[in-house]
């Protein structure tokens, strides 16, 4: 069965730190989607960054960072040089391909804090 | 511009009467999708819709309906049925039907609340 954990229910952080928060994946699809959602104080979740299971490069954009490995079913994500506007809850998703469960299963989430 | 808009984004029920929370998209995606959101929880689904007049459960159905007459519209009902009802539910569609391959776009979501 599928399942996304994040273990890292709250983190705090002072701003200019970097921070990484941890994903950690369960599945037995081959092919499978990995994504990051942002949740800001408003409320709807914006999408940051999509994966799919054959491409394990690293990405960046600007100040995000994220490190997918399928050996240890892994996909976390590193902002550098955190800032306030960074505070929210961050959402990791998965979609299966095979399972006809056409949807996202998403983790817990981690809300990050950053102090200024 | 192109999004999802719920409404109302606050709703207060009495316990024991039906209320129907409105979800439309205007970006011409086939597939939409209700979460329910609870504190410690992340998001759970509701049901979800591939195609015009077809819908699935989701992982939480019980107490929920649903409908999808239009593509741009996806409401979702909050029976009597349902135990627990208070909670933020998050709309969201995403281009085709089948796996979830590319992004969803999220509705800012509606805060009910049984009173």
């Known amino acids: 069965a599928q399942k996304v954990t994040q273990a890292q229910t709250e983190i705090s952080v002072v701003e200019k730190e970097d921070v990484t928060l941890d994903c950690v994946y369960e599945t037995r699809d081959t092919t499978y989607y990995l994504f990051w959602y942002k949740q800001p104080p408003s409320g709807e979740l914006v999408f940051l960054i999509r994966r799919n299971s054959f491409d394990e490069q690293n990405e960046i954009s600007g100040r995000y960072s994220w490190n997918f490995q399928k050996s240890t079913s892994s996909f976390n994500f590193t902002i550098t040089a955190s800032q306030v506007v960074d505070s929210a809850v961050y959402f990791c998703a998965l979609s299966e391909s095979l399972t006809g469960a056409n949807n996202l299963f998403f983790g817990t989430g981690t809300r990050l804090t950053v102090i200024p | 511009d192109g999004g999802i808009t719920q409404s109302p984004k606050y709703l207060f029920r009495k316990e024991g009467q039906n209320v129907t929370l409105s979800c439309e998209q205007n970006?011409?995606?086939?597939?939409m999708y209700w979460y329910r959101q609870d504190p410690g929880q992340g998001l759970r689904l509701i049901y979800y819709s591939q195609i015009v007049n077809d819908f699935q459960k989701g992982d939480i159905a019980e107490g929920y309906s649903v409908s999808r007459e239009k593509k741009e519209s996806f409401p979702l009902t909050v029976t009597s049925a349902q135990k627990n009802p208070t909670a933020f539910y998050l709309c969201?569609?995403?281009?085709?039907?089948?796996?979830?391959?590319?992004?969803?776009?999220f509705g800012q979501g509606t805060r009910l609340t049984v009173v």
């Open positions: 969201a569609s995403s281009i085709g039907a089948g796996p979830v391959n590319t992004e969803a776009f």
């Open positions: 970006l011409n995606h086939d597939a």
